[in-house]
Nanobody, 124 residues
């Protein structure tokens, strides 16, 4: 049974940092991503990493501020979020694509497995 369990969300102030974690279990994946959904918004891509670690992708809105990484020994993917802005608050979801020769995906519909989400709130 596939499980993606997020942790690390919380309430911070503008300019602060947070690190989200996604503990993955149950099977291997081709890539793992972070997507977010703000109030009244569509779910959107934030960042993703191939499980091999040889490729990452970021949305332009987070480039230079967020860093995705993985620890294969712990089967965990991290999202380090620095310089948080008022537009960053959302529920952040960890999602994974099934194993295979699949590219990193941006579209939420491309992800096969999802975690329950973790709330990130940024106060000004």
């Amino acid at each position: 049974q596939v499980q993606l369990v997020e942790s690390g969300g919380g309430l911070v102030q503008t300019g602060d940092s947070l690190r989200l974690s996604c503990a993955a279990s149950g099977r291997a994946f081709s890539s793992v991503g972070w997507l977010r959904q703000g109030p009244g918004k569509e779910r959107e891509f934030v960042a993703a990493i191939r499980w091999s670690g040889d490729s990452t992708k970021y949305d332009d809105s987070v480039k230079g501020r967020f860093t995705i990484s993985r620890d294969n020994a712990r089967n965990t993917v991290y999202l380090q979020m620095n310089s948080l802005k008022p537009e960053d608050p959302a529920v952040y979801y960890c999602a994974a694509r099934r194993l295979g020769l699949l590219p990193i995906a941006v579209a939420p519909t491309s992800y096969d497995y999802w975690g329950q989400g973790t709330q990130v709130t940024v106060s000004s």
